[in-house]
């Protein structure tokens, strides 16, 4: 054991370092596994569209104004008789789109859902998207859960959390290596595993800040449904106390007019999705209108406006807590999805020298136990070798 002035530092140092391999480690295969997963997922948009996944919008002329939404939704129930309208969704890349997801019943799982894309300015079907169709809906569900549902999310959160605790290790480590060296010194005369320690070390520090935002927002992210849950059984069991016991009514308002109330309790904002009385995220009397603001931050956040599904009256509108705002802002953000196309050629940039930390931080943990494994060896060699000296001088 270490002793005199310097031995509180030393143990510090070996702890840190202890936690720094074994965070890295345990969290490797499941980050690289993220990192190449998230790479085509960061363009997720772009690559949709070029496989033919996003619907062909037809031209019209500029400012062609929208059909009544009651319109929308008749047409998109017509289409799909003995189904139920659970949620009109409005397309955040394309203004003239709308979706209308129905099932066999309003309380349905995601699963039974189906999924209706509707031209806003003519009630036309553009086409029926698939949850999770194709080879970015593939990737979409490894990289969320690995097909495991709750579970493997909060795995995969877990995972994240050991990967953001060897992100902190390392900067604890790396200020007492870099005392002895100059900021970006690669020292190339040195042994293989050196020259890839100055570069692990170099590139990891460089996406230091990219890598804390990304590995934090996707452990914020594993939570969702968890957060989900907190605010149902929260606020928005306390915005619809007055309606607990009531019957879901037999006739709805129409939908139009409630989008209509809430545009008026909110003019600076604009409609995100609706969810109809009796799905998780309304009650059984009330149409949620879920508002969003106007600019690249505000867009993500939501405010839910309750809407009396009977008498089309604005019952109740609140900001949501302040855990639901962190996980809408993080989830955008995960991907860059915020500045357009350059913000995520910078992104993709990021998780490509992230994936290269990685991978040098496996390399030299195997070459430093070859290593370790030589030096016994050749220690119990000569060990052997002066054992027979010495039995021969006997």
Not at 102 to 108: F, G, H, K, N
Not at 276 to 303: E, I
Not at 312 to 318: A, E, F
Not at 370 to 382: E, L, P, Y
Request: contains cysteine.
């Amino acid at each position: 054991m270490a002793t005199g002035p310097d031995a509180p530092r030393l143990r510090a140092f070996r702890l840190w370092s202890f936690v720094h391999t074994w965070t890295s480690l345990i969290s490797m295969v499941f980050m690289l596994m993220l990192c190449l997963t998230g790479l085509p997922l960061i363009f997720h948009h772009e690559l949709n569209g070029f496989l033919g996944y996003e619907p062909e919008v037809p031209t019209m002329p500029a400012g062609t104004a929208h059909v009544s939404l009651d319109r929308i939704v008749a047409s998109a129930q017509a289409s799909k008789p003995g189904l139920v309208v659970q949620y009109l969704v409005f397309d955040h890349d394309e203004p003239d789109v709308a979706f209308v997801n129905l099932a066999r019943d309003v309380r349905s799982p995601p699963s039974d859902m189906t999924i209706l894309s509707m031209d806003l300015r003519n009630a036309a079907l553009l086409r029926e998207p698939k949850p999770n169709e194709g080879p970015v809906g593939f990737l979409l569900q490894l990289h969320v859960d690995m097909f495991l549902g709750l579970g493997g999310k909060l795995f995969l959160g877990a995972m994240g959390f050991l990967f953001v605790m060897a992100i902190v290790s390392g900067i604890v480590l790396y200020g007492p290596f870099m005392r002895k060296l100059d900021f970006g010194t690669v020292r190339r005369n040195r042994t293989r595993r050196i020259h890839w320690l100055d570069w692990h070390n170099l590139v990891g520090v460089a996406t230091l800040c990219w890598a804390l935002i990304v590995g934090g927002t996707g452990v914020v992210n594993t939570w969702a449904d968890l957060m989900l849950k907190v605010w149902q059984f929260g606020q928005l069991a306390e915005m619809t106390a007055p309606y607990r016991d009531a019957p879901r009514p037999a006739r709805l308002a129409s939908i139009a007019e409630a989008v209509a109330t809430a545009k008026a309790a909110a003019p600076n904002m604009t409609p995100r999705f609706v969810a109809y009385p009796g799905t998780v995220v309304s009650s059984n009397n009330h149409y949620a209108v879920f508002m969003a603001g106007d600019t690249p931050l505000t867009s993500r956040l939501l405010k839910p406006a309750l809407i009396d599904a009977e008498t089309g009256h604005l019952t109740d509108m609140r900001a949501m807590p302040w855990y639901i705002q962190a996980l809408l802002v993080s989830q955008p953000l995960h991907f860059g999805d915020y500045g357009g196309l350059p913000l995520k050629v910078v992104w993709a940039l990021l998780d490509l020298a992230t994936i290269v930390v990685l991978g040098s931080g496996l390399y030299l943990w195997i070459a430093r136990r070859r290593s370790r494994a030589t030096d016994a060896k050749t220690i119990g060699d000569r060990g052997r070798t002066g054992a027979s000296r010495l039995g021969a001088a006997e």
